[in-house]
């Protein structure tokens, strides 16, 4: 069955980066468009950015502009989040997300994995 496995996150002080990595497993990840949500504690789960097929048309929430990248690497089946200038706020659980950009009913998502960012 496909999995998404998250990694990378852990705890950060203010303005420190890290680099999430979902790696995927039994999907045509080419096909897929890949996606980062996060839910802080409280909270509803929000995009943080997406990424289409082939790399293109990178987008992300006005919070993270700037500060986070989302790229794919379609050889190793993974996608990347790299967040740089990080804040208290960013303190969520971060999650991957596929979406088939062929077959509607096929999204799926990670288990996720937990930024703090606290001084």
């Known amino acids: 069955q496909v999995q998404l496995v998250e990694s990378g996150g852990g705890s950060v002080q203010p303005g420190g980066s890290l680099r999430l990595s979902c790696a995927a497993s039994k999907l045509f990840f080419s096909t897929y468009a890949m996606r980062w949500y996060r839910q802080a504690t409280g909270k509803d789960r929000e995009l943080v950015a997406g990424i289409t097929i082939a790399g293109g048309s990178p987008n992300y929430v006005d919070s993270v502009k700037g500060r986070f990248t989302i790229s794919r690497d379609d050889a190793k089946n993974t996608v990347y989040l790299q967040m740089n200038s990080l804040k208290p706020e960013d303190t969520a659980v971060y999650y991957c997300?596929?979406?088939?950009?062929?077959?509607?009913?096929?999204?799926?998502w990670g288990k996720g994995t937990l930024v703090t960012v606290s001084s």
């Open positions: 997300n596929a979406v088939s950009r062929y077959f509607s009913g096929r999204n799926y």
